[in-house]
């Protein structure tokens, strides 16, 4: 099993910068593809970022591209999403996920982490 942690939420001003963190227990992490989603009040939870298991391959929804960047580091077992010129659509709970197959579909990921909160003022 993999258990997920987030951190690195928080509220930051329009054009601010946040870099969430997902600290993963488990043998079986950096086998895994992960992935980064988010969800709004009152909207589905979509599709941020996802990292293939070596770290080499990566993609991003249209709405963050050349904002966000996606990353891991297997040795500490940790993925991070890196958030840059931030606006105020990009305010929801982000959660981290790990699956067995590199989608963008939320429900191929198997375990979820709890989420940490994005807030941007504008």
């Known amino acids: 099993q993999v258990q997920l942690v987030e951190s690195g939420g928080g509220l930051v001003q329009a054009g601010g910068s946040l870099r969430l963190s997902c600290a993963a227990s488990?043998?079986?992490?950096?086998?895994?593809?992960m992935g980064w989603f988010r969800q709004a009040p009152g909207k589905e939870r979509e599709f941020v970022a996802i990292?293939?298991?070596?770290?080499?391959?990566?993609s991003y929804a249209d709405s963050v591209k050349g904002r966000f960047t996606i990353s891991r580091d297997n040795a500490k077992k940790t993925v991070f999403l890196q958030m840059n010129s931030l606006k105020p659509e990009d305010t929801a709970v982000y959660y981290c996920?790990?699956?067995?197959?590199?989608?963008?579909?939320?429900?191929?990921?198997?375990?979820w982490g709890q989420g940490t909160q994005v807030t941007v003022s504008a």
């Open positions: 996920a790990a699956g067995n197959w590199y989608t963008v579909q939320a429900n191929q990921y198997d375990y």
């Open positions: 990292i293939t298991w070596s770290g080499g391959t990566t």
């Open positions: 488990g043998r079986t992490f950096s086998s895994r593809p």
